[in-house]
């Protein structure tokens, strides 16, 4: 059984940090794409930041510079850590895991973050 379970969420004021994990079990981790996607309220699910199995990194232009991605392979996790957040960052985040070549998807249930004074 796949899952993909994200923590870390909450709420924060406008400039602070969030760390959001992303524990994976039941894939191959390591053969899979990583990345964090985010929905706002009335609006699409946007694609936030993305990590190879190579580790190479995507950010999406308004968190770049703020947000990072990274893995380790070891624990099968996933991280997204998030500086200097705005208002505008509000949104349920959701862990992916994409093996594009094996046509395997996964989500996440996702995790609530909230940017507000």
Do not use: H
């Not at 992303?22 to 990345?35: D, E, Q, R, T, V």
């Not at 996607?37 to 930041?49: C, F, I």
């Not at 505008?88 to 895991?97: F, G, I, R």
């Not at 994409?98 to 909230?114: H, I, K």
């Amino acid at each position: 059984q796949v899952q993909l379970v994200e923590s870390g969420g909450g709420l924060v004021q406008p400039g602070g940090s969030l760390r959001l994990s992303c524990a994976a079990s039941g894939i191959a981790f390591g053969l899979y794409n990583m990345g964090w996607y985010r929905q706002a309220p009335g609006k699409q699910r946007e694609l936030v930041a993305v990590i190879t199995d190579g580790g190479s990194t995507n950010y999406a232009d308004s968190v770049k510079g703020r947000f990072t991605i990274s893995r380790d392979n070891a624990k099968d996790t996933v991280y997204l850590q998030m500086n200097s957040l705005k208002p505008e960052d509000t949104a349920v985040y959701y862990c992916n895991a994409d093996w594009t070549r094996a046509s395997l998807n996964f989500w996440g249930q996702g995790t609530q973050v909230t940017v507000s004074s």
